[in-house]
Protein backbone atom coordinates (compact mmCIF):
# COMPACT_ATOMS: atom_id res chain seq x y z
CA UNK A 1 0.00 0.00 0.00
CA UNK A 2 1.13 3.22 -1.11
CA UNK A 3 2.08 5.90 1.97
CA UNK A 4 0.16 8.12 2.19
CA UNK A 5 1.86 11.62 1.44
CA UNK A 6 0.95 15.09 2.92
CA UNK A 7 0.66 16.37 -0.79
CA UNK A 8 -2.14 14.05 -0.79
CA UNK A 9 -4.00 15.13 1.67
CA UNK A 10 -3.48 19.21 0.11
CA UNK A 11 -5.26 16.97 -3.22
CA UNK A 12 -8.43 16.00 -0.93
CA UNK A 13 -8.66 19.04 0.53
CA UNK A 14 -7.78 21.27 -2.38
CA UNK A 15 -6.10 23.02 -0.19
CA UNK A 16 -2.08 24.36 -0.57
CA UNK A 17 0.72 21.85 0.89
CA UNK A 18 1.77 24.92 2.75
CA UNK A 19 -1.97 24.80 4.30
CA UNK A 20 -1.93 21.61 5.28
CA UNK A 21 1.60 22.49 7.16
CA UNK A 22 0.07 25.16 8.97
CA UNK A 23 -2.79 23.43 10.10
CA UNK A 24 -0.62 20.58 11.20
CA UNK A 25 1.60 22.18 13.00
CA UNK A 26 -1.60 24.54 14.48
CA UNK A 27 0.43 27.62 13.12
CA UNK A 28 -0.95 30.65 10.80
CA UNK A 29 -4.39 32.25 10.99
CA UNK A 30 -6.35 29.64 9.07
CA UNK A 31 -10.59 29.77 9.07
CA UNK A 32 -12.17 26.84 10.98
CA UNK A 33 -13.75 25.77 7.72
CA UNK A 34 -10.26 25.24 6.26
CA UNK A 35 -9.01 22.94 9.50
CA UNK A 36 -12.19 21.13 9.04
CA UNK A 37 -11.81 20.46 5.35
CA UNK A 38 -7.78 19.56 5.74
CA UNK A 39 -8.76 17.09 9.12
CA UNK A 40 -11.38 15.61 7.29
CA UNK A 41 -8.83 14.36 4.30
CA UNK A 42 -6.43 13.43 6.98
CA UNK A 43 -9.13 11.18 8.60
CA UNK A 44 -10.25 9.88 5.12
CA UNK A 45 -6.97 8.76 3.60
CA UNK A 46 -5.06 7.80 7.08
CA UNK A 47 -2.56 10.00 7.06
CA UNK A 48 -0.57 9.71 10.03
CA UNK A 49 1.82 13.13 10.58
CA UNK A 50 5.18 12.07 11.28
CA UNK A 51 6.42 14.90 13.91
CA UNK A 52 9.87 14.23 14.39
CA UNK A 53 10.76 14.41 10.95
CA UNK A 54 9.08 17.65 10.95
CA UNK A 55 10.94 18.92 13.83
CA UNK A 56 14.22 17.93 12.64
CA UNK A 57 13.31 20.05 9.27
CA UNK A 58 12.15 23.19 10.92
CA UNK A 59 14.83 23.40 13.24
CA UNK A 60 12.41 22.27 16.64
CA UNK A 61 11.32 19.75 18.76
CA UNK A 62 8.13 18.53 20.77
CA UNK A 63 10.30 16.66 23.29
CA UNK A 64 10.62 17.87 26.88
CA UNK A 65 12.89 16.56 29.53
CA UNK A 66 11.73 15.85 32.89
CA UNK A 67 13.90 15.38 35.90
CA UNK A 68 12.50 13.36 38.60
CA UNK A 69 14.71 11.89 42.09
CA UNK A 70 12.17 9.77 43.89
CA UNK A 71 9.08 8.17 43.06
CA UNK A 72 8.10 7.64 46.25
CA UNK A 73 7.62 11.43 47.06
CA UNK A 74 3.80 12.02 46.75
CA UNK A 75 4.61 15.51 46.28
CA UNK A 76 6.89 14.76 42.77
CA UNK A 77 4.53 11.91 41.52
CA UNK A 78 1.68 14.59 41.41
CA UNK A 79 3.43 17.26 39.96
CA UNK A 80 4.82 15.30 37.76
CA UNK A 81 1.50 13.87 36.69
CA UNK A 82 0.18 17.24 36.10
CA UNK A 83 3.34 18.29 34.03
CA UNK A 84 3.09 15.71 32.00
CA UNK A 85 -0.96 16.71 31.38
CA UNK A 86 -0.48 20.27 30.92
CA UNK A 87 2.57 19.25 27.90
CA UNK A 88 0.31 16.72 26.05
CA UNK A 89 -2.61 19.14 25.95
CA UNK A 90 -0.15 21.54 24.31
CA UNK A 91 1.07 18.94 21.81
CA UNK A 92 4.80 18.16 23.75
CA UNK A 93 5.97 14.83 24.98
CA UNK A 94 7.91 14.39 28.10
CA UNK A 95 11.09 12.33 28.43
CA UNK A 96 11.87 11.35 31.87
CA UNK A 97 15.04 10.73 33.64
CA UNK A 98 15.86 9.25 37.28
CA UNK A 99 19.09 10.42 38.66
CA UNK A 100 18.48 8.96 41.68
CA UNK A 101 20.86 11.77 43.22
CA UNK A 102 23.77 10.96 41.36
CA UNK A 103 25.15 14.03 40.02
CA UNK A 104 27.24 11.90 37.54
CA UNK A 105 23.99 9.94 36.67
CA UNK A 106 22.39 13.85 36.36
CA UNK A 107 25.21 14.91 34.12
CA UNK A 108 24.62 12.02 31.48
CA UNK A 109 20.57 12.66 31.61
CA UNK A 110 21.41 16.71 30.78
CA UNK A 111 23.91 15.21 28.06
CA UNK A 112 21.28 12.56 26.64
CA UNK A 113 18.42 15.31 26.45
CA UNK A 114 20.71 17.37 24.50
CA UNK A 115 21.72 14.73 22.04
CA UNK A 116 17.61 13.92 21.80
CA UNK A 117 16.89 17.66 20.76
CA UNK A 118 14.63 18.39 23.96
CA UNK A 119 13.16 21.81 23.78
CA UNK A 120 13.92 22.60 27.45
CA UNK A 121 13.63 20.56 30.17
CA UNK A 122 11.94 20.28 33.69
CA UNK A 123 14.02 19.47 37.26
CA UNK A 124 12.48 18.68 40.28
CA UNK A 125 14.61 19.51 43.10
CA UNK A 126 14.53 16.78 45.86
CA UNK A 127 17.12 18.21 47.77
CA UNK A 128 15.50 19.65 51.01
CA UNK A 129 18.79 20.30 53.05
CA UNK A 130 20.49 22.83 51.04
CA UNK A 131 19.09 25.77 48.91
CA UNK A 132 21.35 25.72 45.90
CA UNK A 133 20.87 23.34 43.08
CA UNK A 134 23.61 20.88 41.40
CA UNK A 135 26.68 22.83 38.92
CA UNK A 136 24.81 20.72 36.15
CA UNK A 137 21.52 22.45 36.86
CA UNK A 138 23.18 25.74 36.88
CA UNK A 139 25.17 25.20 34.03
CA UNK A 140 23.12 23.94 31.79
CA UNK A 141 22.60 25.78 28.53
CA UNK A 142 19.27 23.92 28.03
CA UNK A 143 16.19 25.97 28.74
CA UNK A 144 14.96 25.19 32.20
CA UNK A 145 12.30 25.35 35.17
CA UNK A 146 13.20 24.38 38.65
CA UNK A 147 10.34 22.94 40.58
CA UNK A 148 11.24 23.02 44.53
CA UNK A 149 9.56 22.31 48.13
CA UNK A 150 11.51 24.98 49.07
CA UNK A 151 13.01 28.29 48.08
CA UNK A 152 16.47 28.06 46.32
CA UNK A 153 19.23 30.07 45.70
CA UNK A 154 19.67 29.94 41.88
CA UNK A 155 19.58 31.98 38.85
CA UNK A 156 17.13 29.48 36.97
CA UNK A 157 12.95 29.93 36.56
CA UNK A 158 11.55 28.74 39.87
CA UNK A 159 8.27 27.21 40.92
CA UNK A 160 7.73 26.48 44.41
CA UNK A 161 6.02 25.70 47.46
CA UNK A 162 5.35 28.53 50.56
CA UNK A 163 5.78 26.43 53.57
CA UNK A 164 5.73 29.45 55.89
CA UNK A 165 2.43 30.44 54.76
CA UNK A 166 1.12 26.68 55.07
CA UNK A 167 2.29 26.38 58.84
CA UNK A 168 0.76 29.80 59.54
CA UNK A 169 -2.36 29.19 57.85
CA UNK A 170 -2.60 25.84 59.75
CA UNK A 171 -1.47 27.18 63.39
CA UNK A 172 -4.10 29.95 63.29
CA UNK A 173 -6.81 27.79 62.14
CA UNK A 174 -6.24 25.85 65.36
CA UNK A 175 -5.43 28.79 67.85
CA UNK A 176 -9.04 30.42 66.44
CA UNK A 177 -10.91 27.17 66.91
CA UNK A 178 -9.79 27.31 71.02
CA UNK A 179 -5.82 25.68 71.04
CA UNK A 180 -3.83 27.00 72.92
CA UNK A 181 -0.71 24.01 73.36
CA UNK A 182 -0.12 22.70 69.43
CA UNK A 183 3.63 21.10 68.58
CA UNK A 184 4.93 20.46 65.50
CA UNK A 185 6.30 17.00 65.10
CA UNK A 186 8.67 15.59 62.60
CA UNK A 187 11.25 16.19 60.15
CA UNK A 188 14.96 16.61 59.89
CA UNK A 189 16.47 19.33 62.04
CA UNK A 190 18.29 20.27 58.87
CA UNK A 191 15.14 20.27 56.35
CA UNK A 192 14.46 23.59 55.15
CA UNK A 193 11.05 22.84 54.91
CA UNK A 194 10.25 22.30 58.72
CA UNK A 195 12.69 25.38 58.99
CA UNK A 196 10.07 27.54 56.93
CA UNK A 197 7.27 26.03 58.38
CA UNK A 198 8.27 26.25 61.86
CA UNK A 199 8.36 29.74 61.22
CA UNK A 200 5.26 30.45 60.20
CA UNK A 201 4.03 28.56 63.03
CA UNK A 202 6.10 30.25 65.77
CA UNK A 203 4.70 33.67 63.89
CA UNK A 204 0.75 32.58 64.36
CA UNK A 205 1.04 32.08 68.01
CA UNK A 206 3.31 34.88 68.34
CA UNK A 207 0.48 36.90 67.10
CA UNK A 208 -2.14 35.51 68.61
CA UNK A 209 0.19 36.07 72.16
CA UNK A 210 1.28 32.66 72.54
CA UNK A 211 4.57 31.71 73.49
CA UNK A 212 6.82 29.27 70.87
CA UNK A 213 7.92 26.71 72.89
CA UNK A 214 11.21 24.86 71.30
CA UNK A 215 10.01 21.38 73.33
CA UNK A 216 7.27 21.46 71.30
CA UNK A 217 8.81 21.35 68.21
CA UNK A 218 11.13 17.76 68.29
CA UNK A 219 12.58 16.83 65.06
CA UNK A 220 13.06 13.18 64.32
CA UNK A 221 13.94 10.52 61.54
CA UNK A 222 11.74 10.53 58.60
CA UNK A 223 10.00 7.32 60.02
CA UNK A 224 6.00 6.11 61.94
CA UNK A 225 8.37 4.54 64.93
CA UNK A 226 10.72 7.88 65.24
CA UNK A 227 7.52 9.85 65.07
CA UNK A 228 5.86 7.73 67.88
CA UNK A 229 8.54 7.72 70.10
CA UNK A 230 8.86 11.55 70.57
CA UNK A 231 4.99 12.01 70.04
CA UNK A 232 4.37 9.51 73.28
CA UNK A 233 7.00 11.48 75.31
CA UNK A 234 6.13 14.59 74.48
CA UNK A 235 1.86 14.28 75.56
CA UNK A 236 2.89 12.06 78.46
CA UNK A 237 5.39 15.09 79.49
CA UNK A 238 2.29 17.70 78.54
CA UNK A 239 -1.42 16.59 79.05
CA UNK A 240 -2.43 19.76 78.17
CA UNK A 241 -1.47 19.76 74.38
CA UNK A 242 -4.62 19.42 72.13
CA UNK A 243 -3.32 19.81 68.62
CA UNK A 244 -0.14 18.74 66.06
CA UNK A 245 1.14 19.21 63.24
CA UNK A 246 2.11 16.55 61.27
CA UNK A 247 5.02 17.35 59.14
CA UNK A 248 4.92 14.44 56.79
CA UNK A 249 2.98 10.94 56.22
CA UNK A 250 5.40 9.47 58.26
CA UNK A 251 4.75 12.09 61.02
CA UNK A 252 0.88 11.17 60.84
CA UNK A 253 0.95 7.36 61.03
CA UNK A 254 3.43 7.81 63.96
CA UNK A 255 1.37 11.16 65.63
CA UNK A 256 -1.97 8.31 64.96
CA UNK A 257 0.12 5.27 67.02
CA UNK A 258 1.10 7.48 70.17
CA UNK A 259 -1.87 9.40 70.44
CA UNK A 260 -3.58 5.77 70.92
CA UNK A 261 -0.60 4.52 73.12
CA UNK A 262 -1.34 7.41 75.67
CA UNK A 263 -5.49 6.48 75.45
CA UNK A 264 -5.99 9.38 73.72
CA UNK A 265 -8.18 9.70 70.66
CA UNK A 266 -7.98 11.90 67.11
CA UNK A 267 -10.56 14.21 66.92
CA UNK A 268 -11.44 18.11 66.42
CA UNK A 269 -13.27 18.71 69.55
CA UNK A 270 -10.70 21.07 71.89
CA UNK A 271 -13.27 20.81 74.91
CA UNK A 272 -12.92 16.95 75.24
CA UNK A 273 -9.35 17.02 76.87
CA UNK A 274 -8.98 13.16 75.82
CA UNK A 275 -8.76 14.26 72.22
CA UNK A 276 -5.49 15.35 70.08
CA UNK A 277 -6.41 17.33 66.67
CA UNK A 278 -4.30 16.79 63.75
CA UNK A 279 -3.16 18.27 60.88
CA UNK A 280 -0.92 17.08 57.79
CA UNK A 281 0.85 18.86 54.91
CA UNK A 282 0.16 15.91 52.08
CA UNK A 283 -3.08 15.07 49.86
CA UNK A 284 -2.43 11.57 49.87
CA UNK A 285 -3.49 10.44 53.63
CA UNK A 286 -6.74 12.02 53.76
CA UNK A 287 -8.78 8.62 52.82
CA UNK A 288 -6.69 6.68 54.99
CA UNK A 289 -7.57 7.72 58.28
CA UNK A 290 -10.49 7.78 60.35
CA UNK A 291 -11.40 10.32 61.30
CA UNK A 292 -10.63 11.63 57.95
CA UNK A 293 -7.69 13.97 57.92
CA UNK A 294 -7.33 17.97 57.89
CA UNK A 295 -4.19 19.21 55.81
CA UNK A 296 -2.88 22.59 53.77
CA UNK A 297 -2.89 21.28 50.57
CA UNK A 298 0.77 21.32 48.54
CA UNK A 299 -0.54 22.71 45.54
CA UNK A 300 1.07 19.96 43.79
CA UNK A 301 -1.14 20.04 40.43
CA UNK A 302 -1.31 24.03 40.03
CA UNK A 303 2.75 23.46 40.48
CA UNK A 304 2.91 21.02 37.79
CA UNK A 305 0.57 23.30 35.53
CA UNK A 306 2.48 26.63 36.45
CA UNK A 307 6.28 24.77 35.48
CA UNK A 308 5.01 23.63 32.27
CA UNK A 309 3.23 26.90 31.29
CA UNK A 310 6.41 28.63 32.56
CA UNK A 311 8.67 26.28 29.96
CA UNK A 312 6.46 27.04 27.33
CA UNK A 313 6.81 30.95 27.49
CA UNK A 314 10.42 30.43 27.79
CA UNK A 315 10.68 28.73 24.47
CA UNK A 316 8.38 31.21 22.35
CA UNK A 317 10.10 34.02 24.19
CA UNK A 318 13.98 33.22 24.72
CA UNK A 319 14.91 36.61 26.29
CA UNK A 320 12.48 36.42 29.23
CA UNK A 321 13.34 37.43 32.65
CA UNK A 322 13.71 34.92 35.11
CA UNK A 323 10.66 34.15 37.41
CA UNK A 324 10.65 33.10 40.73
CA UNK A 325 6.12 31.39 41.28
CA UNK A 326 5.40 30.51 45.11
CA UNK A 327 2.11 28.90 45.14
CA UNK A 328 0.12 28.86 48.43
CA UNK A 329 -1.48 26.01 49.83
CA UNK A 330 -5.03 25.85 51.11
CA UNK A 331 -6.81 24.28 54.30
CA UNK A 332 -9.01 21.22 53.82
CA UNK A 333 -10.74 20.82 56.98
CA UNK A 334 -12.24 17.33 57.81
CA UNK A 335 -12.66 15.43 60.57
CA UNK A 336 -8.93 15.30 62.46
CA UNK A 337 -9.14 18.98 63.17
Same mark, same amino acid.
Given at each position: ?????????????????????? @?????????? !????? @?? !???????? @???????????????????????????? !??????????????? $????????????????????? !?????? @?? $???????????????????????????????????????????????????? /????? /?????????????????????????????????????????????????????????????????????????????????????????????????????????????????????????????????????????????????????????????????
Amino acid at each position: MKKVSIIDVAKRAEVSVSTVSL @VLRQKGKISQ !ATIEK @VQ !AAIDDLGY @VHNVAAANLRANTSNLIGLILHDFNDPF !AVRVTSSIVHELEQQ $GFMVVLAQPQGNIERLEQCLL !AFTRQG @VA $GVIYLDAESKTDSVPAAISESPLPMVVVSQSPLNCERDLVMRDNRQAGSLAT /RYLIE /RGHRSIAYIGGDARCLIRHERLSGYRSALTQYGLLPREDFTPACREDTQAASAVVRELLESNNKITALLCHSPNAIIGCIDAINQVGRTVGKDVFLTQQVSLIGFEDLMINLTTPSFTYVSSASEETGRQAAQLLLRKLKTADLPVQRITLSGQLVVRGSA
